[in-house]
């Protein structure tokens, strides 16, 4: 009998002993979930400051066009928040935007505390501060993605925004002009219309590079001579 409570005694203490040991376990295993604020969902709009026509982009981000965003905390350009270094995200082509590689921007915890947004296109992942950044319009245009990856849009900054669930909305302009050549096959030949399959335009003395600042939309002085 004494055995038989001897053993029962050390059955119960090993239980307990294992029971204080595996809730240890679990704690020590156990990793909380990092804060965060709400976060950011923003969509686009579009100045129409260009005459209608087959432009792809006239009023609206084409779709799958990157655009780059900057988050930082109220009236500062170089405070950023977690992901808020030149985020890359793709338009829909309806004004929605879509965050690439699950890198979402989220509110401070803090409630009181005011952030700033700031937008360009196309996205270009060199541009990782809201300094002054070169730019270079495509030498042949004549595809989409030659003209999309020369159309520079910048957006003005939402300055001082708090924590919401609703859509943010960044207003884009186009920040360089468009030219338009339309060619009359009859002028060229007399009453005589001549196909002009294949034919090819070119703009010489063009200069092709300028400078944009991120944080205000400032252009610098247009360079580098070049036929497109």
């Keep these: 009998m004494k055995k038989n409570q001897l053993f029962l005694g050390l ?4 239980a307990a002993v294992f029971s204080f ?24 709009e579009m100045s129409t400051t260009r005459s209608a026509g087959a432009d792809p982009q006239n009023d609206k981000i084409a779709e799958n066009v990157k655009v780059g965003v900057f988050a930082t905390k109220a009236n500062s350009t170089t405070d950023f928040l977690t992901n808020g270094t030149n985020n890359s995200l793709t338009s829909d082509g309806n004004n929605g935007l879509e965050f690439d590689d699950s890198k979402e921007i989220y509110f401070p915890t803090d409630a009181n505390q005011k952030i700033d947004i700031y937008g360009y296109a196309p996205y270009n992942s060199e541009w990782t501060n809201l300094g002054t950044q070169n730019f270079t319009v495509s030498k042949d245009q004549s595809t989409a993605e030659g003209y999309l990856a020369s159309d520079l849009l910048w957006a003005t900054p939402l300055k001082e925004q708090g924590n919401s669930e609703n859509s943010y909305t960044l207003p884009f302009t186009h920040k360089l002009c468009k030219i338009i050549i339309k060619i009359d096959n009859k002028r060229i030949s007399g009453d005589k219309a001549i196909s002009l399959k294949g034919a090819k335009v070119y703009v010489r003395n063009t200069k092709t590079s300028t400078t944009i600042n991120l944080a205000d939309g400032t252009m610098g002085t247009a360079s580098n001579v070049a036929t497109i």
């Design 21 to 44: 040991s595996s809730c240890s376990q679990d704690e020590l295993s156990t990793t909380a979930a990092p804060v965060k604020g709400q976060e950011i969902r923003l969509m686009t």
């Design 11 to 14: 059955a119960t203490i090993a």
